[in-house]
């Protein structure tokens, strides 16, 4: 394993940001920490990047023992959200500061900071200052910053979360792209559940303090381990004991026995997708995920009644374990 955390815990004051918590992440692996806010996982990366020590537990790195390490000596490329760029120095003068101060050759660091430029398509921006850039242009160059010094891995804070979403969108896509290229291990943390699917080999979801469970992403949203991952990944709606996906929610125009009536009290059409927001005849709310095709040829309206029934549920024992699906 690239990184290895054992028996973590860390606390500020009375709070437990960290409890007990362990986790591996394979070399050359994309794995984004995931959860809400106080969740826990910036303090995991921070305590990863040698910015805070654990008060019990131990961090390896490529199986040698960081704990204690100041981050300088623990080969990591830290990028947080905000860029903190060097505003004085030109995009190129930014790229070269880690290689600059490590002394090394001049041709060296050239060549280095033209092959980073092209990889992150800031080739033609060399000569530029970090106040002429674009939001998403100064993300990139604090990556080709970050990878300069060929950090044994690159730990990413939430580093398009001041971004619009357009721009995050794009970034998602060329940071995988990136990755595929480079193959440094990569932790990124965010709390936005798409941006986490698109991105990651594997996600590490948190919740106060503790991991709830980690797995590829489609596992998380298709074989959740509670409740709280069910919800947090993906949108879900609840019926008793019941979750039910929102595309897992069959409407219909006819009952059939097995359905249960409901109004339409919004639809709302998102490209190819149309989302359906209904309430049942015991005054719960729900939402349904429709094609524009269905939507179309069921004639949906707000006022509409309409029948409802879940093709497919998950209910969780106590225990938190899914017990059913039908």
């Known amino acids: 394993m690239s990184i290895a955390v054992r028996r973590v815990t860390k606390r500020f004051g009375e709070f437990t940001a960290l409890d007990n918590v362990s986790v591996a992440i394979a070399g050359g692996s994309l794995t984004a920490l995931l959860g809400p806010s106080g969740s826990g996982k910036s303090t995991l990366l921070r305590v990863i990047a040698g910015l805070e020590e654990p008060d019990e537990g131990d961090v390896l790195i490529l199986g040698e023992h960081a704990t204690g390490l100041p981050p300088q000596k623990r080969g990591v490329g830290f990028v947080f959200q905000h860029y903190a760029a060097f ?57 080709a910053r970050a990878l300069a010094v060929e950090p044994k891995v690159l730990l990413l804070d939430e580093p398009f979360g ?29 709390h936005d559940q798409e941006e986490a699917m698109d991105v990651a080999d594997r996600i590490v979801l948190m919740n106060e303090g503790r991991i709830e469970q980690t797995g590829k992403p489609r596992d998380l949203y298709e074989h959740p381990a509670s409740e709280f991952v069910m919800g947090f990944v993906g949108p879900v709606n ?29 639809v709302v059409h998102l490209g190819f997708e149309v989302r359906v927001e209904l309430a049942l005849d015991d005054g719960r709310l729900v939402s349904a995920q429709v094609t524009r095709d269905e939507a179309a040829e069921l004639e949906l309206r707000n006022g509409q009644i309409v029948f409802v029934r879940p093709s497919r549920t998950t209910v969780f024992s106590e225990t938190a374990t899914p017990v059913g699906r039908s």
């Open 162 to 190: 001041a971004l619009d979403a357009r721009v995050r969108k794009e970034l998602r896509a060329w940071l995988r792209r990136l990755h595929e290229d480079v193959h440094v291990t990569t932790v990124l943390v965010t």
């Open 87 to 143: 505003k004085h120095l030109t995009v190129r003068e930014n790229v070269a500061f880690g290689l600059k101060i490590r002394k090394r050759p001049k041709d060296e660091v050239r060549d280095k900071v033209d092959e980073l430029l092209g990889l992150v398509q800031l080739d033609g921006f060399a000569e530029r200052y970090p106040g002429q850039l674009s939001g998403g242009q100064r993300q990139r160059m604090a990556l």
């Open 238 to 266: 609840r019926l008793g004991d019941h979750f039910v996906r929102p595309h897992d929610l069959d409407v219909r125009l006819e009952p059939n026995g097995t359905t249960q009536e409901a109004v339409v009290e919004r």
